[in-house]
């Protein structure tokens, strides 16, 4: 059974730091592409950076890139969201999402993880 587990979520003020985990079952995470994804309340959901733990090519929005990290512990079967300078508009529920290769696009993501809330406070 295909399963992805978050963890990590919190509260925390503007500025800090959060890293989410997800640990994968079910399949190998080097015959994929993992992304993690955010949706904010009223919002629709959006990418927020990919993988290809096989080569360890990353993937990012321009919103993130150099505060976000992805990365991923293959022996593990787990990957990470390291979030540095957070700001009040990344709060939302964060998801991370298996595919079959590299994407930003939310529809070529088949299996998904319940979601870890994020909220950045002021």
């Known amino acids: 059974e295909v399963q992805l587990v978050e963890s990590g979520g919190g509260l925390v003020q503007a500025g800090g730091s959060l890293r989410l985990s997800c640990v994968v079952s079910g399949f190998a995470i080097e015959n994929y592409a993992l992304g993690w994804f955010r949706q904010a309340s009223g919002k629709e959901r959006e990418a927020v950076a990919c993988?290809?733990?096989?080569?360890?090519?990353?993937y990012y929005i321009n919103d993130v890139k150099g505060r976000f990290t992805i990365s991923s512990d293959n022996a593990k079967n787990t990957v990470y969201l390291e979030m540095n300078s957070l700001n009040p508009w990344d709060t939302a529920v964060y998801y991370c999402a298996r595919a079959p290769w590299a994407s930003m696009a939310a529809d070529r993501y088949d299996f998904w993880g319940q979601g870890t809330q994020v909220t950045v406070s002021a």
């Open positions: 993988i290809t733990p096989e080569d360890g090519d990353t």
